[in-house]
């Protein structure tokens, strides 16, 4: 009965350590994250960008071996922020994403721009038809109301 005991205190004890560090840990990050804030509150409004305020912020910048394996230059740069560590953008996962997925489309061809043209020529004159509606109905009723066969002669010209 005894070694039960003393099993039980070690792994008790055991766990208490385990606890303790995470504490530790977790106040650690809090104070990391107060000098964070308070960093940025001091530089929100600033007006230029020097190498100093740049200094504070980063604390360093490891820039990999360039991959030309895939046929296009690619280069990872880690940014290591003060209090923070290393910090990614999302965009640029996004951004990755979608230079990947440009290179698997299929060329686009004169049939496809032609098409463009058309699409965007039909886009134009939609747009100037709502504005030349859009200017007749505030004109309406006054002096200065287009009439019909302006709007006829417009349109040819």
Known sequence: ?????????????????????????????????????????????????????????????IVHEADKSSGQRIQKIDVYLNYIGKFELPEIAE????EETKSTRRPRTERDREYDRQRYAKKVAAKKAADEAARAAILQGTSYEIQPEETQKRKTA
């Open 95 to 98: 951004e990755q994403a979608q």
């Open 1 to 61: 009965m005894l070694t039960g005991y003393d099993t039980e205190q070690e792994t008790l004890d055991r766990e208490i350590e385990r606890l303790q560090s995470e504490i530790d840990r977790y106040n650690t990050d809090s104070v990391r994250a107060d000098q964070l804030i308070e960093l940025v509150k001091r530089h929100t409004e600033f007006t230029e960008f020097s190498a100093a305020l740049l200094n504070e912020f980063v604390e360093k910048v």
